[in-house]
Each structure stands twice: as structure tokens, then as C-alpha cells.
């Protein structure tokens, strides 16, 4: 019996917490990393006046359905066995980089519904870091005039911030708001999707930065586009949209008295079946976009022009029905680095490299393009998500910046000193001409010992070599390794 109850003791403290939610539950206060996951058995809620905070590292396994229904969104009202959320009041589920919160089917088949945020304003719900998969969404929903929901996170007459978060293996599609405003996506990715990523209803929003890819949903639902707009006032910028066997932007507009207006900065949208699809639009404008490799770049079925400026396409001719502005080029190779498998940074020889509109600061513009680097490095911003990144030689550095680095060309030890007043800590980051980092580390540099750095693993080639130093200052050095 002892010998039992030391067995049993043991393997008591393995256990992993969780945390069980039943149907119809409203819940409000902190989830925390210690009790996940929280089992979702059916449809929980957050009052108007309640605030449910997620900490880092939650996650919520949301009770699935084998299989989605004929028309693709499981009914509001199927009850316990369907896991959903309806937030009324706020949802704070704010992750981390590296303990991202998770929100995912309970089983491993099947589809769980979805979450939908319905926070009168000024409540404003944040989703930051999170992963949403597996979420068909919700029809019929009751407190939205039986509106349907065709992703897996909602909005309805709210505001909301979509941030660093990830949608994926969704049956339908990643977000969508209906007569919501001051909503703001950015730096999201949504893959493998049926439906839209992102769809858009009478609503005004900005998306940043977001890399909508690859709609390819292995249950064959249908995809309509990367980003779908009706009646909306959207700004988009620096964003890609790729990869889609449908429309890249749909956009249309129904008339009526509400602002209407699509604002496309410099985003790239390539090797879909349709670049942009257009209707009945009264306000539309592309600056700096490039349309690239679709089967068809431009469908613009619209009643008045949409007005293109210092954009970029690889078809032979734009669309009559385009209002060409200034800037235009036509009929050429925008130069990727690997655009068929989604890299979309730009050789140093592409014709989009420094003929961007020159005022870029009226353009809602952030100053570092898709991936986070700084936006204007030439004599004018590129076109497209993604800026052209120069690089300094060594007699072009910062006079503060009196390193010595040698040799050059190096085999496989490259070796850094420091000159008068330049001794301290720094940051070294090695790039591929092509853009992507290759290694990187610190090290403490002095005049009277150089620092080594141990370069054997990497191929023979360009290379780009970026130091920082404790007050921020940067400088870079173009190598060559044999």
C-alpha cells in the first residue's frame, strides 16, 4: 500500500494543470500560464462592464466539431460542444515573442468556432502575440443581427488592435469586422485559409505591415481573397499579399452615404490568380504598389478611374480604365530575391529601387518597410512592401565608427579592432547579399587585442557586416568571403 501511494504521489506532480470551462460560462479576471489550458467546452462570455486578461504563454482549446457545415460556418446557436467566445466587454490577450497565447480546437480533428468581439467604444479589446488555428467561424449570430462571421476572430460594431499575431489552418477565414472602426491589424500573418484573410464590412481600418499567403485550405472550402472590403474605409500599407488562387484586393462599393475609400502604400502583391478586382469604386488609390506574376494583375470594374501612381507591374500594358497618374512602369521584371517562394526583397538592380513617390512622409508611411528595415536608403523610397537595403563600404563609414576589419577578402577568421576612442561594446550582424541574416553576436572591442570572428560555416560570396554600438550608431561593411 505504501509502495502505491508513493507511485500514485509521484505521478500526481507530473499531471500538466488545466483548467475546464464549461458551456455558457461568463468569465472575467486573469488566466494565467500555471492553469492551461483552459478547456473550452461551448460558448463562454465576457461581460460589457468585465475585463478576462490572458498572460503570455495561455492556451485555449476550444471544443471542435468533426467537421464544418455544408455552407461552411457552424450556427450560433448549436450550443454546448461548439467552442466560442463573445466578448462584450474587454479581451486583453496580450502574449509575448516567445511565449505567444494559443487559441486552438480542444481534439485534433474537427473545427472549434470562434471568437467575436462586440465592446461598444471606448472599450477597445488588444490581441497581441497570439496564434489562432483550427477556427471555422460562426453564422447566425444573434446579438449581431444574425450576422455571419466567416473567421475565426470577429469584430461587430467595436474597435479593436490586431497585433504580431498569426492565423493559420482556418476553415474560413482570419479576420473579420463588420460595422467596426478605429481597428488597426498589423504585423499579422494568415496562411492556409479558406474564405478571406482579412474581410472588411462598413468598417474603417488600417492594416500594417501583414502577409496574407498560400490560401490553400486542405477541407477545399472556397477562398475569396487576401484582402475583401465592402463599403469600408481601409488604409493598407507595406503589406504582401501572395500566392492566392483568387483575387489579391477585392474592393467594392455599394453607394450610399458612408466614407468609401481604399488607400494601397506600398504593398507587393504577387503570383495570385487576380492582382486587384475592383467595383463600383469612388475612391481608390495605389502609390507605390507593385503587381507582379499574377495571371491577371488588374480586373477594375469600377464606375469612375482608380488612380495609380509611381506603381510597378509586369504586365505589358495597364488597364484602360486605370487612371495613370505619373510614374507608372509597365512591362518589366521587378527583380525579387525568390518571389515564387515568397521572398520578396528587391536586388539592388530592380527597376523599383529609388523611383517611389518622392513624398513619401504624406503616405502614412512607417519608417522601416515589411520586414522591419529602414525605409528610404537611396536617393528616393522604393516601390513595393520592402525597401532596398545599402550598404556602406568602409570608407564610407561614420568618422565615430574607426574599427579596422580584416582581411578583406577572409577565409574563415575575420578580425576587428578598434581605433582612438572606439573601445567598448558592440553588435555584429552578418547578411547574405541577398538580404537575410547569416550570424550575429557582441563582442567588447579594443585597440590593443582584436576580436575574432569565427566565419568558417559560411559559403563563399558577398556579405554585408553591420555593427552597433552602445549609443545607437550603426555602421556597415560590404566583405567577401572565398
Known sequence: MLRFLILFSLFSIVLPAQTIIPHDTTVSGTWTKANSPYIIQGKVSIGSSQTLILEPGVELHFAAIPSPSLNYLFSYFYGSGLGMMEVHGILKAIGSETEPIIFTREDTTGYWGGVIIASKSPRRSIIKHCNFFYGNGLKNVQFAQYEDFAAVLGFYESEGLVANSNFSACYTGGIYAKRSNNLNIENCTISDFGGSGISLNRTEAEV?????????????????????????????????????????????????????????????????????????????????CIFANNTLNFDPRASISIRMENCLTTSIEYDNRLDLVAGNIKNVDPDFIDGPNGNYRLYGSSPAVDVGYANATTLSLDSVDFYGQPRIQGLNIDIGAVEHQRYLSAEQVHSRFKLVVYPNPFESNLFISAGPDCSGSYQWSLYAYSGQKVDSGSFNASKNKPHVLALDHIGSGLYHLELLNDEGQRAYYQLRAR
Open 208 to 288: 500594417r505591415k501583414c502577409e496574407i499567403k498560400a490560401a490553400s485550405n486542405p477541407s477545399g472550402s472556397l477562398v475569396r481573397a487576401g484582402l475583401w472590403a465592402e463599403n469600408s474605409d481601409v488604409l493598407l500599407v507595406n503589406s504582401l499579399i501572395h500566392h492566392l488562387g483568387s483575387n489579391g484586393i477585392y474592393f467594392k462599393d455599394n453607394g450610399g452615404l458612408i466614407l468609401v475609400r481604399l488607400r494601397a502604400f506600398n504593398n507587393t502583391i504577387a503570383h495570385n490568380a487576380v492582382g486587384m478586382r475592383m467595383f463600383g469604386v469612388r475612391s481608390a488609390d495605389f502609390i507605390n
